[in-house]
């Protein structure tokens, strides 16, 4: 019976094994984004560090100063690993990848091959691109398989490499661990924002608290910012709703800390297949345990929240103060006769260009020999933040321009020279009678209040287009929306 069992298991571990090696010859697998230092920490654990990934690190970083030393020792570990002779066409290889990053930076089609638990298993000359030209995040394909590859030092020591080689190796990868690290996103609901002081000096004891800084919003901007914060979490909807129904009674604010962890020890999210450091599991656990009976109503995670890992922490850091520079791309709008449209929303800051919402877009109104130019020239703005991948959409009048933090919508520009069910002079006649709002453009109340009746009339779930057309009842003038659309703001809002 114990040979049946043996015999059946090695059957079993067989049929994986093809399984698994079918998936990565044929690179089958779920795409994600992940930061550079999540993966480089997934890769380095339990003294196994990747240092092939070093190797090539030093062969690109050497090889930029006009020294051939880097490339001495990966010629030297290709041909320990592949045979002698395999390292010359794969220097000729990698110096032409080398010369593609200085020409044309990282292409975002290409995916690094890791498998389930974000072992590198093909990939390691981009990811040393990647940390040489100091890009945050990299797209991976995550295959279901274990597919454990050797490059502890282990493997040099044993191959031959001399112990000043074997030094500079473990050194720079030291290095690259502590230069890549970025510290935890930690955010403090509004029901806890008064016992702020006391959560921050608990979160002192796992770790180096810094930036610990205080929001303000309004209600509607503040519900959209924590929106934004789990947009990029796996938590389902109906959930966060409840939590902002949890919060609606509190002033509505927070506080953002961030928190450096020595070592995360990551293990992988089962929902997501991405690192989830478990240093971050315990905190909020502790934190939750200790405050939850202080507040009044307390529903599960509304004192805390920690990003799961540096990916999703450097994107919850943008949610706060974002790196878009709107106000430079009104700078650019400004030559040209252009109008914002629906920015009076429940989300939008007071200080608007200066502050985004998060997640939303900014719809604009041009004329249609300016649209061209004017797409060229944000879009060249919004290709600039290389850390967002961008999307560019053609619409029948217009273009929209799309910043993502991987696949999550970051900020949005949609520039249009129509306006769908309205009549085609609406834009022109919209554009010559135009407001300025202290350093932008808008449309003058008469014609917003028209393209506010369109937008409801296209979308009823909008609920904030209704709330306006019943605020703003006084800038309707009947016989000036008669020459653009066909119905009157009481059909709209009784049907």
């Not at 810094?210 to 914060?229: C, L, M, T």
């Not at 405050?291 to 990916?311: P, Q, R, S, T, V």
């Not at 273009?399 to 520009?413: A, E, F, K, P, S």
Request: charged share 30%.
């Amino acid at each position: 019976m114990g040979k049946l069992k043996k015999a059946v298991r090695r059957v079993e571990k067989s049929v994986k094994r093809r399984r698994e090696n079918h998936l990565i010859r044929k690179e089958k697998g779920r795409k994600a984004e992940v930061a550079i230092a999540d993966l480089l920490s997934c890769n380095s654990k339990n003294a196994t560090f990747r240092y092939d990934i070093v190797v090539r690190y030093l062969a690109v970083s050497e090889y930029q100063k006009g020294s051939d030393r880097g490339f001495v020792l990966y010629r030297k570990m290709q041909d320990r690993r592949m045979g002698d002779g395999f390292s010359k066409g794969a220097e000729k290889r990698f110096k032409a990848l080398i010369r593609s990053y200085d020409e044309k930076g990282y292409d975002r089609d290409s995916y690094i091959l890791v498998d389930r638990n974000l072992g590198l298993i093909d990939g390691s000359h981009r990811m040393a691109m990647a940390l040489y030209y100091g890009y945050k995040n990299i797209n991976v394909l995550i295959v279901d398989s274990d597919h454990p590859v050797e490059y502890s030092i282990d493997w040099f020591i044993e191959n031959g490499f001399t112990e000043d080689e074997c030094k500079w190796i473990v050194e720079t990868g030291e290095t690259l661990l502590r230069q890549v690290q970025v510290p935890f996103s930690c955010v403090i609901w509004a029901p806890a924002a008064g016992m702020a002081d006391r959560i921050v000096k608990d979160l002192g004891f796992f770790g180096t608290v810094s930036n610990v800084k205080r929001f303000s919003y309004r209600p509607g901007e503040y519900q959209n910012v924590v929106r934004a914060i789990y947009a990029i979490d796996d938590i389902e909807r109906w959930k966060i709703e409840k939590k902002l129904s949890y919060m609606k009674n509190y002033k509505p604010e927070l506080v953002s800390v961030d928190l450096t962890i020595p070592d995360p020890a990551y293990r992988i999210k089962g929902a997501t297949g991405l690192p989830l450091s478990t240093v971050g599991e315990r905190i909020k656990r502790a934190i939750r345990s200790k405050y939850k009976a202080e507040i009044k109503d307390y529903f599960f995670d509304i004192i805390l929240h920690i990003g799961d890992n540096m990916y999703q922490s450097e994107y919850m850091r943008d949610v706060f103060e974002n790196r878009i520079d709107m106000a430079g791309i009104t700078d650019i709008l400004n030559r040209y006769t252009y109008a914002f449209v629906k920015t009076e929303v429940p989300y939008m800051p007071e200080d608007f260009p200066k502050h985004i919402p998060v997640g939303k877009d900014a719809d604009i109104l041009c004329r249609k020999e300016d649209a061209e130019a004017m797409i060229r020239e944000v879009e060249a703005v919004c290709r600039s933040y290389k850390d967002y991948t961008l999307v560019k959409i053609p619409e029948e009048a217009g273009t929209r321009i799309r910043m993502q933090w991987g696949r999550v919508l970051v900020y949005q520009v949609d520039i249009s020279y129509g306006a769908e069910g309205l009549a085609d002079a609406f834009v022109p006649d919209a554009l010559a009678a135009r407001k300025d709002a202290g350093g932008y453009y808008i449309l003058d109340p008469k014609y917003e209040y028209i393209y506010r009746m369109q937008a409801y009339r296209k979308k009823k779930t909008k609920q904030h287009h209704k709330v306006y057309l019943k605020e703003h009842k006084k800038d309707y003038d009947a016989e000036l929306a008669g020459r653009y659309i066909d119905c009157t703001p009481e059909q709209l809002l009784e049907s």
